[in-house]
């Protein structure tokens, strides 16, 4: 769990199917937003995979005088109204299913989000004709969620409102505006389901921050990658290179392992018998596919695996009928 070590108490994670995602220590960033306080963590995201944002804080946090307004971003948008901390009454918790919004009727909606494939595209307009494109390609690969300490307001009528419509894919034109991002692999993205539920009457109201220039007091910062970018990354270790069949334990196969090594033993020498007869030097690692002998050594119904051993030539001395050319080395 991402934690503030000048700052206990508030608490973020990202889950999935209620259990909370690994989170790993990445490269050093600064603050995006100047936050007071800030962590980042590096986390592993799978293609059309639901997640949940958990928020809240606990006993242990000691700002208690005023209450915290949270914001949810993804790209750098926001995913719309989401309730406030009362920090009077903890431990407190919220979770974020996905993006919010208001219809004409003042019901709030809720449509639940997912990671996917970020795709390539050539033809795509550039993000610097686009504010809200330039906004999402400088957090590219970015859920970061932000407390702000404040007052709470009387009620606001309630208006309608729709999240900004996430990234679908980038062009070589937006890798341009990637910022502090470019270079770093990133094949994962986030979408929005087109369906919603209600969840209930919304219900708007004022907040007044009171940290200078309404900064974020706080800042949870998650960058989403596939377990391959996190590997390329060297944020997680890379997977080691399987050993060949060949060469392991034979006691230490299983079954569909001694099936396979089988019929790649079957295969091998198909092939010596294709190519018998061909002349070859009488050396080991050449040695003439028709003075091979074989010993089977292991045997199923499918196959055989043998042990190949080449046979070699009987040395004799010149006789009579043999033409012997001398050869001096002066």
């Not at 009454?89 to 997912?114: E, R």
């Not at 505006?177 to 094949?187: A, D, H, N, R, Y």
């Not at 970018?229 to 299983?254: C, G, H, K, N």
Request: aromatic share 6%; charged share 25%; net charge neutral.
């Amino acid at each position: 769990m991402a934690v503030l070590p000048n700052c206990p108490g508030l608490e973020v994670t990202i889950q999935v199917d209620g259990k909370p995602l690994q989170e790993y220590d990445g490269p050093a960033r600064p603050p995006t937003d100047q936050s007071i306080h800030f962590v980042s963590k590096y986390v592993e995201g799978m293609p059309d995979v639901k997640f949940t944002l958990k928020y809240g804080a606990n006993k242990s946090y000691k700002h208690t005088a005023h209450s915290l307004y949270t914001k949810v971003l993804v790209n750098g948008l926001n995913l719309g109204p989401i309730p406030f901390l009362k920090t009077k009454s903890l431990p407190a918790s919220y979770a974020c299913n996905g993006a919010y919004s208001i219809d004409n009727m003042g019901n709030k909606l809720c449509s639940p989000i997912k990671f996917g494939k970020l795709k390539l595209s050539r033809d795509h307009l550039s993000a610097s004709s686009e504010p809200e494109r330039a906004v999402q390609m400088k957090n590219l690969g970015i859920i970061q969620v932000t407390f702000h300490r404040g007052l709470i307001l009387g009620p606001l009528p309630a208006k309608k409102w729709t999240p900004k419509a996430l990234l679908e894919d980038i062009s070589e034109r937006d890798m341009k505006t990637l910022g502090s991002l470019k270079g770093e692999p990133l094949s994962l993205r986030c979408q929005v389901s087109q369906e919603s539920e209600s969840v209930g009457a919304s219900r708007i109201r004022g907040f007044t921050p009171i940290d200078h220039k309404a900064k974020p007091f706080a800042t949870f910062q998650f960058h989403y990658r596939t377990k391959e970018d996190l590997q390329l990354l060297e944020v997680i270790e890379r997977s080691p290179s399987p050993v060949p069949l060949e060469e392991r334990d034979p006691a230490t196969l299983s079954h569909a392992e001694l099936l396979q090594l089988l019929e790649t033993q079957k295969k091998q020498n198909e092939l010596l018998k294709l190519t018998k007869g061909v002349k070859r030097e009488p050396d080991e690692s050449t040695a003439d596919p028709s003075r091979i002998l074989t010993k089977s050594i292991f045997e199923d119904d499918d196959c055989a695996v043998t042990e190949v051993r080449p046979v070699k030539r009987q040395k004799h001395a010149p006789n009579a009928s043999d033409e012997v050319i001398a050869i001096d080395e002066d």
